[in-house]
């Protein structure tokens, strides 16, 4: 084949790849788009529930005064994508901005699915964390490293866990002991009933004031849905000994 040939050989080969570089261009966009879709689809909705509803047998954990105004649970799994990212990128600012300042009291519901293999493992981690009052650090770091323990890269959760138990400061051998026996299993099992009960169909899930919402939220979302509820309270804004006050003034 002459040079010529050759040449007008290469151009025809090249023009040729542009549409296919062009479509997996186009592809990765809307596989991207997609997948924030996928994180953040129903957050702009909620349903009505009764928030006078007790806990049953549910045992969640606690973080912010448990007389906030606004209370708020969260009903998730530590191996669920959505899950990670609110609480990596939400989160820290919902602590800071709303429970921090008292607006809100935020409690944690595992809600185990039955399709993430390592899910039970990680809740009685981060309970077994909790029996030496390290429960929200070490909930931190299991979302933080779920590519590390989770069901697509082992088979074998409890040594990564140990690693993250240990980063964490933990007395590792207490810790050990009470992973190994599934302590906490009974808790965890109280838990997903709740989250059952209440007919929680995806993680992660919130119930703000009298508003179910599902889907990971961005803290502007989160933040209208505690603003919303904050107007309905009773009383709203003002701390219960104050409205409690108000309501013998008459």
């Known amino acids: 084949m002459g040079k010529a040939a050759r040449q007008g050989k290469g151009k025809k080969q090249r023009a040729n790849a542009k549409p296919f570089i ?14 924030g879709y996928a994180v953040t689809r129903n957050s702009a909705t909620a349903t009505t529930v009764d928030a006078s509803i007790p806990a049953g047998q549910a045992e969640g954990y606690l973080m ?37 300042t008292g607006t809100i009291a935020y409690r944690f519901y595992d809600f185990p699915l039955p399709m993430h293999k390592n899910t039970w493992a990680a809740s009685n981690a981060a309970a ?19 590519d590390r ?16 138990a240990r980063q964490l400061g933990l007395d590792v051998k207490a810790w050990e002991s009470c992973f190994d026996s599934k302590k906490h299993y009974g808790r965890i099992k109280g838990n997903q009933a709740e989250a059952e009960r209440r007919m ?51």
């Open 64 to 100: 912010g005064k448990p007389d906030a105004p606004v209370q708020v649970s969260e009903f998730a799994d530590f191996e669920c994508p959505a899950c990670g990212v609110f609480a990596t990128l939400t989160e820290p600012d919902v602590r800071s901005r709303l429970v921090e």
């Open 128 to 146: 077994c964390a909790s029996d030496q009052g390290k429960f929200w650090e070490m909930h931190d770091l299991i979302f933080a490293a779920q």
């Open 22 to 35: 062009g479509i997996v261009i186009v592809v990765a966009i809307v596989g991207s788009a997609a997948l």
């Open 149 to 164: 323990w989770n069901g697509e890269a082992t088979s074998n959760p409890k040594k990564p866990l140990t690693a993250l």
């Open 200 to 250: 929680v169909q995806q993680t992660p899930t919130f119930i703000i004031g009298n508003k179910m919402l599902a889907g990971s939220l961005s803290f502007d979302q989160f933040k209208a849905w505690v603003d919303s509820a904050l107007k309905a309270a009773p009383q709203a804004g003002a701390k219960p000994a104050e409205a409690a006050k108000k309501g013998t003034d008459k």
